[in-house]
Nanobody, 124 residues
Framework: QVQLVESGGGLVQAGGSLRLSCAASGRTFSAYAMGWFRQAPGKERELVAAISWSGGRTYYTDSVKGRFTISRDNAKNTVFLQMINLKPEDTAVYYC?????????????????WGQGTQVTVSS
């Protein structure tokens, strides 16, 4: 099992930046693909970005391409989501999640473990 704890959320003005972190427990973090999801009030949860266990494959939903960057540091059991040029529509609770899948497109993985979420609010 792996336990996930997100941090780095907050209130930022449009055009600003935030860096989310997700710290994982356990010694097998490098075996998991990782994803960042978000859920805004009244909307379905969506996959924002994902990264394979090695970091060699990434995925971004269209609305964040060029603005968000997912990365991981397997030595520190941490995955990051760097967000720049934030927009009010990025406002949501952001969750990190871990998947045991290793083959195929990372955007199609099923995720087994979830963090508690961190709020990101972008004011206009």
């Amino acid at each position: 099992q792996v336990q996930l704890v997100e941090s780095g959320g907050g209130l930022v003005q449009a055009g600003g930046s935030l860096r989310l972190s997700c710290a994982a427990s356990g010694r097998t973090f490098s075996a998991y693909a990782m994803g960042w999801f978000r859920q805004a009030p009244g909307k379905e949860r969506e996959l924002v970005a994902a990264i394979s266990w090695s970091g060699g494959r990434t995925y971004y939903t269209d609305s964040v391409k060029g603005r968000f960057t997912i990365s991981r540091d397997n030595a520190k059991n941490t995955v990051f989501l760097q967000m720049i040029n934030l927009k009010p529509e990025d406002t949501a609770v952001y969750y990190c999640a871990a998947s045991t899948e290793v083959v195929g497109p990372v955007r199609l993985y099923n995720y087994d473990y979830w963090g508690q979420g961190t709020q990101v609010t972008v004011s206009s």
